[in-house]
Every structure is written in structure tokens, then in C-alpha cells.
């Protein structure tokens, strides 16, 4: 039996690399796996990061995120969606994983790496964010997440974290193993700074309910090819950030028109845009308007969120008892 879980951060605005990386991927497989895949809002997790952390902003977050993932058509019937921290069962898997892991392979993650030199203070939550991130995987027998190529090396420690229980303790986790999304590619930020990403302010993303006029405001001054310096230079589409949010946002006859175009100087980068901008449009509007339905009926929100974190416990808490046994806790007789 395949078991899908996957986590999602509520820090920021969702955004369309949200959307392309994750969220569309979740709806799929969703389909294809119904209660046994497993979807949440990992907002234990937020406040590793100090620079997006704000207290007074998380649960604002954490239901915007819920509502975004609604809005691209997750049917909270159909999978078991709910928040982390709703399950206790999380932070107690989370300590007792973490006496199975060396602190020197923590230290080896790339992540924690590159962002603990940027902090003059390093909190230990950064480093034991692979540990939670193994717990929340772990919890619920999972054997397939969908993830980002950046969390590779994450997974991977899952991987021997699962490994190291069940020979000391005997056989208890499967092994997950990474699944990505034909489209979970590093979608670049607009600002043409690298991967698109909350971290580094509005500048760098296109958000799910962003206004079409702000979103058209950012894509018109958007770094294209550098080679196209005047309108009748011809460029390369696959060097422009604009040709890569075709292929997420375009049909193909339209990618087929604007790559020649562009190789060929037959039309400029503005039209190119204006080209893109219907795809977007097309895209973004029946998320947009699901979700300000979703926002006028913010307790829709809660319920199904309710309702997965009750589905999520019968899974979790069997699964504890089972590692508290396992590990020589006195059992509870309550």
C-alpha cells in the first residue's frame, strides 16, 4: 500500500512556485491515492526561519495557506489535510528520533549549512528541522513525498533515520522515498534573483491572489534574454525567465509561437509578456475566485481542517504507542 505525505510552510504569501511545486502536484496525486495521501500545514516548522517568523502573523498564515490549497481544488473529503501542531504526536515522534540521529550528519545539511552562516545566532530548531521533518514523514508510515529537489538530502536522512529505529528497535518505518512533480522545477522569482521564494520579499514572486494588474506590473519590468538588447535582436527563450513561465502557464501552440518568436526577433519581449499574461490570467482567476468564496466562509476552512486532524490521529496514535512500546516507555492506562 502507498501512503503520500507531504508539508507545506506557512510563511508568505502562496505564490505560484508554491502552486507548480507543490500544490498541483498534491491535487494529482490526491486523486490517485485518496485517504492515503496525507497533506499538512507544517507550522512547527515556521519558526526555524527568523526572518519570515512572525508570531502575530502564523495562524493568519497557516489559514491562508489551508485556504490556498482548497482553492487549487484539494478536496479535503478525498485526502486527510489538517495542521502539524494539531497533532501532538509530531513533536513526540520528533524527540525521540532526534536521540537516533549524530548531530555531525545534521550538521553536514547543505540548508542548515547556508542558512545558519547568514545568522549571527543559530538557533538549534534549524539544526533539528530535518529530525521534525523525518517525525512528520515517519508518523504516519509514509513511503512516497512529493518534494522539491532542494529537499533531497532531507528525505535522504529520513531515509537512514528509518534505517537506525527499526535495527535497534526492529522493523517499524518504511524507508520514504522522494517523488517530484514533472513541474517542480526552480521556478525563477521575477526579480531574476534565482529561484522564486518567500524569503526574499514580493519582488520575487507572483502571488495565487495577487491582483492581475500588480502581477502584470512586475512581469512588464521582468529581466529577459540580456542578448536582446534592442527589439529587432533575436534571443534565446530558454535563457528568459519569461520563457520559462510559459511552459508552466501557456499551451503549447502558444510556446511554439513565442520561442520562434523570440529566436527569430519576430515579436519583442513586450509582446512575449502580454502573450504570457493570458495564460496567467486564464490560470489565476478561477483560483482567485474560489478562493474569495473560501474567505467568505472562513469556518468551511476550519471544519475540513477539524476534520483531517481527527483523521490524521487514528493514524498517528496508534502508530506512537506502537514506538513508545517499542523504545521501553510505561504505558498509559488512561
Same mark, same amino acid.
Given at each position: 500500500?502507498?501512503?503520500?505525505?507531504?508539508?507545506?510552510?506557512?510563511?508568505?504569501?502562496?505564490?505560484?512556485?508554491?502552486?507548480?511545486?507543490?500544490?498541483?502536484?498534491?491535487?494529482?496525486?490526491?486523486?490517485?491515492?485518496?485517504?492515503?495521501?496525507?497533506? %499538512?500545514?507544517?507550522?512547527? =516548522?515556521? *519558526?526555524?526561519?527568523?526572518?519570515?517568523?512572525?508570531? +502575530?502573523?502564523?495562524? +493568519?498564515?497557516?489559514? !491562508?495557506?489551508?485556504?490556498?490549497?482548497?482553492?487549487?481544488?484539494?478536496?479535503?473529503?478525498?485526502?486527510?489535510?489538517?495542521?502539524?501542531?494539531?497533532?501532538?504526536?509530531?513533536?513526540?515522534? #520528533? $524527540?525521540?528520533?532526534?536521540?537516533?540521529?549524530?548531530?555531525? +550528519?545534521?550538521?553536514?545539511?547543505?540548508?542548515?549549512?547556508?542558512?545558519?552562516?547568514?545568522?549571527? #545566532?543559530?538557533?538549534?530548531?534549524?539544526?533539528?528541522?530535518?529530525?521534525?521533518?523525518?517525525?512528520?514523514?515517519?508518523?504516519?508510515?509514509?513511503?512516497?513525498?512529493?518534494?522539491?529537489?532542494?529537499?533531497?538530502?532531507?528525505? +535522504?536522512?529520513?531515509?537512514?533515520?528509518?534505517?537506525?529505529?527499526?535495527?535497534?528497535? &526492529?522493523?517499524?518505518?518504511? !524507508? *520514504?522515498?522522494?517523488?517530484?512533480?514533472?513541474?517542480?522545477?526552480?521556478?525563477?522569482?521575477?526579480?531574476?534573483? &534565482?529561484?522564486?521564494?518567500?524569503?526574499?520579499?514580493?519582488?520575487?514572486?507572483?502571488?495565487?491572489?495577487?491582483?492581475?494588474?500588480?502581477? $502584470?506590473?512586475?512581469?512588464?519590468?521582468?529581466?529577459?534574454?540580456?542578448?536582446?538588447?534592442?527589439?529587432?535582436?533575436?534571443?534565446?527563450?530558454?535563457?528568459?525567465?519569461?520563457?520559462?513561465? =510559459?511552459?508552466?502557464?501557456?499551451?503549447?501552440?502558444?510556446?511554439?509561437?513565442?520561442?520562434?518568436? %523570440?529566436?527569430?526577433?519576430?515579436?519583442?519581449?513586450?509582446?512575449?509578456?502580454?502573450?504570457?499574461?493570458?495564460?496567467?490570467?486564464?490560470?489565476?482567476?478561477?483560483?482567485?475566485?474560489?478562493?474569495?468564496?473560501?474567505?467568505?466562509? *472562513?469556518?468551511?476552512?476550519?471544519?475540513?481542517?477539524?476534520?483531517?486532524?481527527?483523521?490524521?490521529?487514528?493514524?498517528?496514535? *496508534?502508530?506512537?504507542?506502537?514506538?513508545?512500546?517499542?523504545?521501553?516507555?510505561?504505558?498509559?492506562?488512561?
Amino acid at each position: 500500500m502507498t501512503r503520500v505525505f507531504s508539508g507545506i510552510q506557512p510563511t508568505g504569501e502562496p505564490h505560484i512556485g508554491n502552486y507548480f511545486g507543490a500544490m498541483q502536484n498534491y491535487v494529482k496525486l490526491g486523486e490517485q491515492y485518496g485517504k492515503n495521501a496525507l497533506y %499538512c500545514i507544517v507550522d512547527l =516548522h515556521a *519558526p526555524t526561519n527568523p526572518a519570515a517568523y512572525q508570531p +502575530e502573523l502564523l495562524a +493568519e498564515r497557516t489559514f !491562508e495557506m489551508a485556504l490556498a490549497n482548497l482553492a487549487v481544488g484539494l478536496d479535503p473529503q478525498q485526502v486527510v489535510f489538517f495542521v502539524q501542531s494539531h497533532i501532538r504526536e509530531h513533536s513526540e515522534l #520528533s $524527540w525521540i528520533l532526534t536521540l537516533q540521529t549524530p548531530v555531525g +550528519e545534521l550538521e553536514r545539511m547543505t540548508q542548515y549549512k547556508d542558512k545558519a552562516q547568514k545568522l549571527e #545566532s543559530t538557533p538549534a530548531g534549524l539544526l533539528m528541522y530535518p529530525v521534525l521533518m523525518a517525525a512528520d514523514i515517519l508518523l504516519y508510515k509514509a513511503d512516497t513525498v512529493p518534494v522539491g529537489e532542494d529537499q533531497t538530502q532531507h528525505i +535522504e536522512l529520513a531515509r537512514e533515520i528509518a534505517r537506525r529505529f527499526n535495527h535497534t528497535y &526492529g522493523p517499524t518505518f518504511p !524507508e *520514504p522515498k522522494a517523488v517530484y512533480a514533472q513541474d517542480a522545477l526552480r521556478i525563477p522569482g521575477v526579480d531574476g534573483q &534565482g529561484k522564486m521564494s518567500k524569503s526574499k520579499g514580493e519582488s520575487s514572486t507572483l502571488g495565487l491572489f495577487e491582483s492581475l494588474d500588480s502581477i $502584470w506590473n512586475k512581469l512588464r519590468v521582468a529581466p529577459t534574454d540580456p542578448a536582446r538588447v534592442r527589439r529587432t535582436d533575436p534571443g534565446d527563450p530558454e535563457k528568459c525567465l519569461v520563457g520559462d513561465y =510559459h511552459k508552466l502557464f501557456s499551451d503549447d501552440q502558444t510556446i511554439l509561437e513565442v520561442y520562434d518568436g %523570440c529566436r527569430t526577433a519576430g515579436i519583442g519581449c513586450i509582446d512575449c509578456k502580454k502573450r504570457l499574461m493570458v495564460g496567467i490570467e486564464r490560470t489565476l482567476v478561477p483560483i482567485q475566485q474560489r478562493g474569495a468564496e473560501l474567505r467568505a466562509q *472562513p469556518d468551511d476552512v476550519r471544519d475540513a481542517l477539524e476534520h483531517g486532524a481527527a483523521q490524521a490521529r487514528q493514524i498517528a496514535e *496508534p502508530v506512537m504507542d506502537e514506538v513508545r512500546g517499542k523504545v521501553g516507555f510505561l504505558g498509559s492506562r488512561r
